[in-house]
């Protein structure tokens, strides 16, 4: 799914993480996977694909992504995280202006 790859590409770069270890199926570092995690989140939440989508636009299961979105959703409270998190969410919508359905 292109939102997804490009999603990785935005969140690497943001992150500055390598996009091809978001891209790995296995289990990679902690870093990788809370970017992944994030741009999973961002992508339901803000972008408002379906988690199913985004299981497979990430090559992981629903339940992961719901897990992820659960997660990133509690760490929000800590007010850092959450001005990091919102950041992305506003590049993301720049990102995508335009060519989201609604």
């Not at 790859?5 to 770069?13: G, H, K, T």
């Not at 943001?14 to 270890?21: G, H, I, Q, T």
């Not at 090559?59 to 992820?68: E, G, I, S, W």
Request: glycine share 4%; proline share 1%.
């Amino acid at each position: 799914m292109e939102i997804c790859e490009a999603m990785i590409d935005i969140c690497a770069a943001l992150y500055n993480v390598p996009s091809k270890e978001m891209r790995q199926t296995g289990r990679c570092e902690a870093d990788v996977a809370r970017v992944r995690q994030i741009a999973m989140y961002v992508t339901h939440v803000s972008l408002g694909v379906s988690m199913h989508e985004v299981g497979r636009g990430f090559v992981r299961d629903r339940t992961t992504v719901r897990h992820a979105c659960h997660l990133i959703e509690d760490m929000r409270e800590d007010e850092d995280f959450d001005r990091a998190i919102a950041t992305t969410e506003k590049v993301a919508l720049a990102a995508f202006r335009g060519r989201l359905e609604v």
